[in-house]
């Protein structure tokens, strides 16, 4: 596609549900990031992934949080057991380089 | 640990007033400074990437440039289009990620 794709763009989850957030990145882009941002905050790096490299999941907040990324192209975000904190925007971001990142749109989050 | 400190946080201009925001930074080893521009309900948008000091980009009346403690984007005669929230991130040499400031947000009246 001409973008990043992420979907759903909102979700309105109960506490203690799981949610899995969808990113479709650039055709041919090998670098792929999540980032969460929540208000009046700046944006939190989550997880990236290189090519067939393993991922570098050091920004994850805790291990309700995983994701993964299906023959180098879609990813799945998947948050268990949610919380209202896990309240925000997720982003995606996609890259040919590691350089100049494209974002998508984002998936607001919301748990009540 | 990477800091990176923007300002203001929020900045009100006229149409054709021109100004400046500010991104300090404080990193090991600077592999690259982002600015990105993002407008409500959407993801950032990729502006600049600055590798050294001493350099400069420019896109319409957007001009970044780059120190060894900062980044400045300057905005030449403002349009009110050019309302939105601008960030700066810092990447690490070495590391993938890219760690961002809280952003400032600008509105230009008409």
């Known amino acids: 596609g001409a973008g990043v794709s992420q979907s759903p763009s909102n979700k309105v989850t109960e506490k203690g549900k799981d949610v899995e957030l969808r990113c479709d990145p650039i055709?041919?882009?090998?670098?792929l990031y999540w980032y969460r941002q929540s208000l009046g905050q700046g944006l939190e790096f989550l997880i990236y992934?290189?090519?067939?490299?393993?991922?570098?999941k050091s920004g994850l907040p805790s291990d309700r949080f995983s994701a993964e990324r299906t023959g180098g192209s879609v990813s799945t975000l998947t948050i268990q057991r949610t919380q209202q904190e896990d309240s925000a925007v997720y982003l995606c971001?996609?890259?040919?380089?590691?350089?100049?990142?494209?974002f998508g749109s984002g998936t607001r989050l919301t748990v009540v | 640990e990477d800091q990176v400190t923007q300002s203001p946080e929020a900045l009100r201009l006229q149409e054709g007033e021109s100004s400046s925001l500010n991104c300090s930074y404080t990193?090991?080893?600077?592999?690259?400074l982002f600015w990105y521009r993002q407008d409500p309900g959407k993801g950032p948008e990729f502006l600049f990437t600055?590798?050294?000091a001493g350099e400069e980009k420019e896109k319409e009346r957007l001009k970044a440039t780059l120190t060894k403690k900062e980044s400045f984007l300057h905005i030449t005669a403002p349009k009110p289009e050019d309302s939105a929230t601008y960030l700066c991130?810092?990447?690490?040499?070495?590391?993938?990620?890219?760690?961002f400031g809280t952003g400032t947000r600008l509105l230009v009246s008409p």
């Open positions: 990193v090991s080893g600077l592999r690259g």
């Open positions: 992934f290189q090519g067939n490299s393993a991922p570098d």
């Open positions: 055709s041919g882009h090998t670098a």
């Open positions: 991130a810092v990447q690490e040499t070495g590391f993938q990620k890219l760690v």
């Open positions: 971001a996609s890259s040919p380089f590691n350089d100049g990142y494209t």
């Open positions: 600055l590798y050294s």
